[in-house]
C-alpha cells in the first residue's frame, strides 16, 4: 500500500539554523499539507499546498516558514531560523480528493 | 470556526472491557469527521471516517464510530479492548466537499490494564 514517507526521523539543530523537513507524498495525491504537534499537545494545522502554490496557512505559519515542491516528489518544508519552540514533531499529509488525508509518520525536530 | 473537543484527557480500561472515546464537534455544517491513533512515537494512523450516509461507521482494528447530528458527537467504540490498543487517539473534522485542513482535537491517551 502506498505510504507518505518523510525524512529524517529526527532533526536536531541549535537555534537560529536553518532546517529543511522532507517529504515523499503518495505518487497521485494532489493536495499537500504539514502540521505540527508540540509534546504532549494536538496536531495543528501550518499549510496547505495545491498545484503549486500554498492554498491556505495558519497564524503560526509566519515569515520564518517556507515550502516547495521543488521536483515533482518531494514537498519540503524550512525553517528559516529555528526557535526553542519550533521544536516539535512534523507531520506531513497528502490528499487525492476530498476525502481522508494520509499521514506520514513526522520528522521530530528538536531545536536546542 | 470549526472546533473539536474530546472531554476525557486519559481512560484506563481493562483488556476485554468496552471503550467509548468522545468527540464533540462545533462546526457550521456537517463535516467529514476523523478518528486518527497515534502509538508512541509513531505518526498518525487512520482508523476510519464518516462522509455520509449511514451513521455508524466501522473501521479497523475493530473500531467503529457513530455520527450523531443532534448531538453533534462522534463517539469511538469497541467492544473488548486488547492491550495493543493502548495508544492516543484524536478526532479530527474537516469541511465537505472540499481538500483543506483538519482540525483535531486535544487527544485521548488511553491506557489498558491487564
Known amino acids: 500500500e502506498p505510504e507518505v514517507t518523510q525524512t529524517p526521523s529526527h532533526q536536531v539543530t541549535q537555534m537560529g539554523q536553518e532546517v529543511i523537513l522532507r517529504c515523499v507524498p503518495i505518487s497521485n495525491h494532489l493536495y499537500f499539507y504539514w502540521y505540527r504537534q508540540i509534546l504532549g499537545q494536538k496536531v495543528e494545522f501550518l499549510v496547505s499546498?495545491?498545484?503549486?502554490?500554498?492554498?491556505?496557512k495558519s497564524e503560526i505559519f509566519d515569515d520564518q516558514f517556507s515550502v516547495e515542491r521543488p521536483d515533482g516528489s518531494n514537498f519540503t518544508l524550512k525553517i528559516r531560523s529555528t526557535k526553542l519552540e519550533d521544536s516539535a514533531m512534523y507531520f506531513c499529509?497528502?490528499?487525492?480528493?476530498?476525502?481522508?488525508?494520509?499521514f506520514g509518520p513526522g520528522t521530530r525536530l528538536t531545536v536546542t | 470556526a470549526q472546533s473539536v473537543t474530546q472531554p476525557d484527557i486519559h481512560i484506563t480500561v481493562s483488556e476485554g472491557a468496552s471503550l467509548e472515546l468522545r468527540c464533540n464537534y462545533s462546526y457550521g455544517a456537517t463535516p467529514y469527521l476523523f478518528w486518527y491513533v497515534q502509538s508512541p512515537g509513531q505518526g498518525l494512523q487512520l482508523l476510519l471516517k464518516y462522509f455520509s450516509g449511514d451513521t455508524l461507521v466501522q473501521g479497523i482494528k475493530g473500531f467503529e464510530a457513530e455520527f450523531k447530528r443532534s448531538q453533534s458527537s462522534f463517539n469511538l467504540r469497541k467492544p473488548s479492548v486488547h492491550w495493543s490498543d493502548a495508544a492516543e487517539y484524536f478526532c479530527?473534522?474537516?469541511?465537505?466537499?472540499?481538500?483543506?485542513?483538519?482540525?483535531f482535537g486535544t487527544g485521548t491517551r488511553l491506557q489498558v490494564t491487564l
Open positions: 499546498f495545491y498545484n503549486n502554490e500554498i492554498s491556505e
Open positions: 499529509a497528502s490528499q487525492q480528493d476530498p476525502y481522508e488525508q494520509y
Open positions: 479530527a473534522v474537516g469541511p465537505t466537499g472540499t481538500a483543506s485542513k483538519l482540525t
